[in-house]
């Protein structure tokens, strides 16, 4: 978000950026890729995300390489890790793994 000079906020972002998703649907299945990783993986997800879905996320833990699933409530698709209830989740992550 940025504030603009009359006092409103507007997105700080091109909103055309998710016209890939619309254009190429199949290009964010990256499956294959993600069964072949092999590390702990912590995924935050938004708990409003549209594009990041509670579906993916289950899947994302039932296959592929150890997954943790850390839902942001309140957050759209991508957590800004701004306020501590964000920031220390990863922090252990970090230091400790899964």
Not at 1 to 12: A, E, N, Q, V
Not at 35 to 63: F, N, Y
């Amino acid at each position: 978000m940025r504030r603009l000079p009359d006092g409103g906020i507007t997105t700080h972002y091109d909103p055309n950026m998710v016209m890939q998703f619309t254009h190429h649907p199949e290009d964010n299945l990256q499956w294959a890729q993600w069964e072949k990783l092999d590390c702990e993986v912590l995924c935050l997800r938004g708990a409003e995300s549209d594009l990041l879905t509670k579906e993916i996320a289950v899947k994302m833990q039932a296959s592929g390489p150890r997954c943790r699933v850390l839902e942001i409530q309140g957050c759209g698709h991508a957590p800004c890790l701004k306020v501590p209830e964000q920031i220390g989740p990863v922090r252990e992550f970090l230091a400790n793994g899964l």
